[in-house]
């Protein structure tokens, strides 16, 4: 499968945005999808998790309560909508897709390329 992220982009503290990841091919359904992120200077980190059938997710502490993950299949898509932005969130944002409901990414087997999110104080 392959993956496209988009939606990133430069917002002030407080704002929100809500980023897509498209996927190509017709088992999009079948896989767990991810959301991560890496600033500059720092590991990639896990954000939130989304089931297949979109029925379960799971948040990153700091994201819990601000960010919402979901999804559609007829559609292809996963989404992250973030909401109260902070400056810490700045990062490149990556969506991924993999077999197991998991937050590690060694555990993802198909990475998007990525899209920037800046937030300014």
């Known amino acids: 499968v392959q993956l496209q992220a988009s939606g990133g982009g430069l917002v002030q503290a407080g704002g929100s945005l809500r980023l897509s990841c498209a996927a190509s091919?017709?088992?999009?359904?079948?896989?767990?999808m991810g959301w991560f992120r890496q600033a500059p200077g720092k590991e990639r980190e896990f954000v939130a998790v989304?089931?297949?059938?979109?029925?379960?997710?799971y948040y990153s502490d700091f994201v819990k309560g601000r960010f919402t993950i979901s999804r559609d299949n007829a559609k292809n898509t996963v989404y992250l909508q973030m909401n109260s932005l902070k400056p810490e969130d700045t990062a490149v944002y990556y969506c991924?897709?993999?077999?197991?409901?998991?937050?590690?990414?060694?555990?993802?087997?198909?990475w998007g390329q990525g899209t920037l999110v800046t937030v300014s104080s």
């Open positions: 991924a897709a993999g077999s197991r409901f998991r937050s590690r990414a060694p555990e993802y087997d198909y």
């Open positions: 091919g017709r088992t999009f359904s079948s896989y767990v």
């Open positions: 989304i089931s297949s059938s979109g029925g379960l997710t």
